[in-house]
């Protein structure tokens, strides 16, 4: 059965960390479905780290709609959401027809837009239309030429700030809110005045769940922000995997070298990655 809305605010009840990371393709989705995740995000960091694009804001809303689509089509448990790019929600209409895509033709779960302020009036028009929102508040990478890349609301008066944005996007109907760099304490108070769940990114051990970027956890590059924790090698062990295939092919063992690795089922239409 498929993760909903109220089972991760059920997660948060029981005191049961939620387990999230991002995912942009089938691969990603399948792997991580397999592995437990409750919760999916086709986050518009696939700018950067499927596209080798330098920030989100050259994202687009075909690009997140054809991302989302292909994640929902491999994975069956997980909730996915999916982020909202930069410039598809400044107004309710824009939101709406934006949101309504990412629905209606990817099937997604739920959408995340980042903000509070003027966004909170564009939570309570999705969500009253039916569209699940999630929030992100601190660091938000669409604004990041404003505010930089740094842990955000260190000082009180935008602390005050962003825990009366978090209450804002809950009372506007966000079913969770992501925390990202914000100071550990902060998080853990948020997290304490909140009914819904807070997912945090750089934001400590207070938060009722975690997200990270997919690249991040399996190791897929040489580099990963200071808050990302690496729980694999993924690159070194496909280049291995790769540099086998690519001395086989000059040495002339392949193909007739037999199997290498263990066998792979027969592939009968796409479906059956
Ligand atoms: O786009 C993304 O991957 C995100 C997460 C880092 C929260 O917004």
Redesign the pocket.
Known sequence: MQTTIADLAAMKSRGEPIAML?AYDAPSAMISERAGAQAL?V????GMVVYGLPT?LAVTLDMMVAHAAAVVRSSERPLIVA?LPFLTYFDEATAIASAGRLFAEAGVGAV?L?GGGDMIRIVARLTSLGMPVMG?LGYT?QSTHQIGLKVQARGETQATQLMEDALALQAAGAFAV?L?LVPAALAAAVTRALSIPT?G?GAGTGCDGQ???WHDVVGLYPTSPRHATRFGEAATSMEATVRRYVDSVRSGAFPNCGPVGTKPKPVKSGADY
């Open positions: 991002t995000l986050g518009d960091s696939l989100t982020d995340k980042e992100h990478p992501v990202e997912i990114i997200i990270q970027v």
